[in-house]
C-alpha cells in the first residue's frame, strides 16, 4: 500500500453569525435555521446557498456552511444521519458580485469539499479561540514560591544572575538568543570578621535594575520586585500599566525593610505587523510570545555551583490561537485554489473584488477553527497501487460554532460507529496571572 502523508486542505468560512428559525416547518428549506454560521436544516437544496439567492425569504450570504447528501444535493443534519450516508460541505462564497467586469462570471457559486463517506472519516478536532500569554517567572521569596525560598545574601558578597530570553523576536533582533549575567554587589559588611545577611531587597533591585536599563533586555522583559507579598516597578509607567500601588517604585522597595524579597520576570509581548498588507513575500507579522530563563550562576556563569536561589515557571509564553491574521491567509490559500486570487497590487485586487474578505474576516478578531480530516480511496488506480487521498477541511468559526459542530459530528460519529476518538480538544489554556499586590 502506497500512502502519501499530506492532506489537500480547504478551508470554509462560517461567521455569519446566529439568524433565527424561517419558513414552515416539514416543508424543503422550512424552519431554515443559521446558528453560529452553520446552517442547521434539512431539504434546501446547495444552489440556495449562493449569496445571491434567497429561500423562504430570506438571504444566505458569506460566511454560511451547511452539510449536504451527496446524491440529493439537499442540507441535512449530520446527527440525524443515522443511515451514515455520505454527504459534502457546502459554504457561500465570499464575492459579493456574480461577475468581474462584463463577461466574467460564476465567482458566487458556492464552495464545496468532496464527498465524505463517514467511514473513511479518520479524525475530527476542534481549537477554540485563545488570547496570547506572557511568560512569568518567580525567583526568590515571592508569594507562589513560599518563604522557604526566601535566599540569604551575605555583605560583601557579589551575586549572579543569568537571564536569557529565547524566540523569534529574540532572534530577529540580534541574531541570536538573548542573555546577560547580571551581577550585584551586596555592601561591605560593619565587621568584615563576622559576615552578617542583608536585606534580600538590595540584590532584587540591583538585578532588575540591570534588566530594565539594559538597551537589549528593557524591550524583552519587565522586571518587578516583591517585597513581603507587595510588588514593586521600574517607573511610573509600568507601576500603572501593571495596577501596582502609586509609589512603589524601586526605591520604595528597598525603603520597605521586609523580611521576603524576591523577582518577577515578565516576558514581553508585541504584535508585530503592517497595517495593511499587500501580502507580498516581504510583509511580516509576528505573533510568537518570548520564552524566558534565569538561574543564579558563579562567577565564570556556572549555574551547578548554586541551588539556594528557587526558580520556577508560573507561566510559559503561550501564542494566540485563532489569529484575524493567520485566518485570513489561510483563506487567501483556500481561494488561490480557486483561481480567485489576492493580488498584492491594491488597485487590482479592489477590481477582482479581493477587499471582500476583509468584510468576512476581521483581521483584529480571534476564531474558533474546527477540522476534518477524511480520506478517498482509489479503488482504480492506473499505477495498480492501492492507494488514499487525503483532505484536511477547516471551518472557521467561532467557540460557538466549534461547540454546533462537535455536537453534529459526535453524534455522527457514534452513530456510524466510526473507528476515531471522537471530536478532539486541542484548545491552549492561557496562563491567567495576576501581580501580587498588597492592599494600601
Given at each position: 500500500m502506497s500512502y502519501f502523508n499530506h492532506a489537500f486542505r480547504k478551508t470554509f468560512v462560517a461567521t455569519y453569525g446566529d439568524q433565527p428559525p424561517v419558513g414552515t416547518p416539514g416543508t424543503p428549506g422550512g424552519a431554515a435555521e443559521v446558528k453560529s454560521g452553520i446552517l442547521l436544516t434539512t431539504g434546501m437544496h446547495v444552489s440556495n446557498l449562493k449569496s445571491t439567492a434567497a429561500a423562504e425569504g430570506w438571504v444566505l450570504g458569506p460566511g454560511v456552511v451547511g452539510f449536504f447528501d451527496s446524491k440529493t444535493n439537499e442540507s441535512i443534519l449530520l446527527s440525524n444521519n443515522a443511515k451514515c450516508c455520505p454527504f459534502y460541505i457546502g459554504a457561500a462564497s465570499l464575492k459579493k458580485n456574480d461577475?468581474?467586469?462584463?463577461?466574467?462570471?460564476?465567482?458566487?457559486?458556492?464552495?464545496?469539499?468532496?464527498?465524505?463517506?463517514?467511514?473513511?472519516?479518520?479524525?475530527?478536532?476542534?481549537?477554540?479561540?485563545?488570547?496570547?500569554?506572557?511568560?512569568?517567572?518567580?525567583?526568590?521569596?515571592?508569594?507562589?514560591?513560599?518563604?522557604?525560598?526566601?535566599?540569604?545574601?551575605?555583605?560583601?558578597?557579589?551575586?549572579?544572575?543569568?537571564?536569557?530570553?529565547?524566540?523569534?523576536?529574540?532572534?530577529?533582533?540580534?541574531?541570536?538568543?538573548?542573555?546577560?549575567?547580571?551581577?550585584?554587589?551586596?555592601?561591605?559588611?560593619?565587621?568584615?570578621?563576622?559576615?552578617?545577611?542583608v536585606d534580600p531587597a538590595i540584590v532584587y533591585v540591583e538585578w532588575a535594575k540591570q534588566i530594565a536599563e539594559d538597551p537589549y533586555l528593557k524591550d524583552f522583559i519587565r522586571p518587578l520586585v516583591v517585597v513581603d507579598g507587595d510588588s514593586y516597578g521600574y517607573d511610573a509607567t509600568v507601576i500603572a500599566e501593571e495596577g501596582l500601588n502609586p509609589g512603589n517604585d524601586f526605591d520604595a522597595a528597598l525603603a520597605a525593610g521586609g523580611t521576603t524579597a524576591g523577582l518577577i520576570l515578565l516576558g514581553a509581548y508585541v504584535d508585530t505587523q503592517f497595517e495593511d498588507c499587500t501580502f507580498q513575500t516581504t510583509d511580516y507579522y509576528g505573533k510568537e510570545p518570548i520564552q524566558l530563563f534565569a538561574s543564579e550562576v558563579d562567577l565564570n556563569g556556572d549555574p551547578c555551583a548554586f541551588e539556594g536561589l528557587c526558580v520556577t515557571t508560573i507561566c510559559e509564553g503561550v501564542q494566540a490561537n485563532g489569529l484575524g491574521e493567520s485566518v485570513l491567509r489561510d483563506v487567501i490559500l483556500s481561494e488561490s485554489y480557486l483561481q480567485n486570487f489576492l493580488h498584492s497590487d491594491l488597485r487590482i485586487r479592489e477590481i477582482t473584488?479581493?477587499?471582500?474578505?476583509?468584510?468576512?474576516?476581521?483581521?483584529?478578531?480571534?476564531?474558533?477553527?474546527?477540522?476534518?480530516?477524511?480520506?478517498?480511496?482509489?479503488?482504480?488506480?492506473?499505477?495498480?497501487?492501492?492507494?488514499?487521498?487525503?483532505?484536511?477541511?477547516?471551518?472557521?468559526?467561532?467557540?460557538q460554532t466549534n461547540s454546533v459542530l462537535e455536537n453534529e459530528f459526535a453524534t455522527l460519529i457514534e452513530d456510524c460507529n466510526i473507528n476515531c476518538e471522537g471530536v478532539e480538544d486541542y484548545t491552549v489554556k492561557e496562563c491567567d496571572y495576576t501581580v501580587p499586590v498588597v492592599a494600601p
Open positions: 461577475k468581474q467586469g462584463p463577461f466574467h462570471g460564476g465567482y458566487q457559486e458556492s464552495h464545496k469539499s468532496k464527498v465524505i463517506n463517514p467511514k473513511y472519516l479518520r479524525k475530527a478536532w476542534k481549537v477554540d479561540p485563545n488570547a496570547a500569554s506572557r511568560a512569568v517567572l518567580e525567583l526568590g521569596g515571592t508569594p507562589d514560591n513560599g518563604v522557604d525560598c526566601n535566599k540569604e545574601f551575605i555583605c560583601e558578597q557579589t551575586y549572579y544572575l543569568r537571564v536569557e530570553v529565547k524566540g523569534t523576536a529574540a532572534l530577529r533582533f540580534a541574531n541570536h538568543n538573548l542573555y546577560r549575567n547580571l551581577a550585584a554587589y551586596t555592601g561591605c559588611c560593619d565587621d568584615p570578621a563576622a559576615p552578617t545577611a473584488q479581493g477587499t471582500s474578505t476583509y468584510d468576512i474576516i476581521d483581521r483584529t478578531a480571534l476564531y474558533g477553527r474546527f477540522f476534518i480530516l477524511h480520506s478517498v480511496p482509489r479503488f482504480n488506480n492506473p499505477t495498480g497501487v492501492f492507494d488514499n487521498d487525503q483532505y484536511l477541511l477547516d471551518i472557521v468559526g467561532t467557540a
